[in-house]
C-alpha cells in the first residue's frame, strides 16, 4: 500500500485521447487470476486499483462505459476509450458509480502500485510465480483481514464493502457476453447506471469537464 504522503498518479488509454488522474493513494491493490479477468484482459491476471470515484479525475476526453457480465451474475461497467478501446477502470454492481476498479497497467507509472494481496489463485496460470511476503487467497478474501486499517475503517468503507460482497459472490445463472454499450456525460453530476442487456442501452459520454 502506498504511503500517506502519497503523490498524484497519472495515467490514460494508448492513443492518448482519454487522461486521467487518481488524486489519492488507493484503498487495495488487487492482482486478479479468475478466468474472467483473463478473458477479459487476454492475459494471466488483471490489476486493478479499488479508489473512490471522486479521486479520479477525468482530465481530458470521454470514455465509453459497456455493461459487462460477471461471475457473480450482477454485473459490472468498463470504462473504455471510445476510439482505441482500452479499458481504464472499471464499476462493479455493488458500489454502483462511487467506486472505481482503475486498471493499473493504464498508469504512467505503473510501478508505483504492486498488488497488495493476489485473489482467486485456484485458477492462477502455473508459470505465475507469487512473491511469499505478499498474501495471496485461493478465492476471494475476508477485507477486515487484509485491509489496511485506513481503508478498513474510514473512507468509503461501507460501499466499498459492498463493492467486495458482489465480486466475490458466484452466480449459477448461464454466462454471457458484452451485451450493450452506453455513455453518459459527468457535467450532468452522475452517470446512469446500465446493466447487462441483449438490447442495446442509450448511449451517453463521460467527458472530462
Known amino acids: 500500500m502506498p504511503a500517506p504522503d502519497f503523490r498524484p498518479l497519472d495515467g490514460g488509454c494508448t492513443c492518448r485521447h482519454v487522461r486521467y488522474r487518481m488524486t489519492t493513494a488507493p484503498l487495495f491493490v488487487h492482482c486478479c487470476h479468475c478466468r474472467w479477468c483473463q478473458r477479459e484482459t487476454g492475459s494471466s491476471y488483471a490489476l486493478n486499483a479499488m479508489i473512490e470515484a471522486d479521486r479520479v479525475q477525468l482530465s481530458h476526453g470521454d470514455v465509453d462505459v459497456v455493461a459487462t457480465p460477471t461471475e457473480s451474475g450482477k454485473g459490472q461497467k468498463i470504462s473504455r476509450c471510445p476510439h482505441c478501446r482500452v479499458a481504464v477502470w472499471s464499476n462493479y454492481a455493488g458500489a454502483g458509480d462511487a467506486v472505481r476498479f482503475v486498471r493499473v497497467g493504464t498508469l504512467d507509472e505503473p510501478d508505483r502500485l504492486p498488488p497488495d494481496i493476489h485473489i482467486f489463485t485456484m485458477s492462477k496460470q502455473p508459470w505465475v510465480a507469487i ?76 467527458r472530462a469537464s
Open 131 to 206: 512473491p511469499p511476503a505478499v498474501p495471496a487467497t485461493h478465492e476471494y478474501y475476508d477485507r477486515n483481514a487484509h485491509w489496511p486499517k485506513r481503508s478498513a475503517a474510514g473512507r468509503a468503507a461501507p460501499t466499498l464493502a459492498r463493492a467486495c460482497r458482489c465480486r466475490s459472490t458466484p452466480s449459477s445463472r448461464p454466462r454471457g457476453t458484452i451485451t450493450a454499450t452506453g455513455r453518459a456525460r459527468s457535467r450532468t453530476g452522475s452517470r446512469r447506471r446500465s446493466t447487462p442487456s441483449r438490447r442495446p442501452s442509450t448511449s451517453r459520454s463521460t
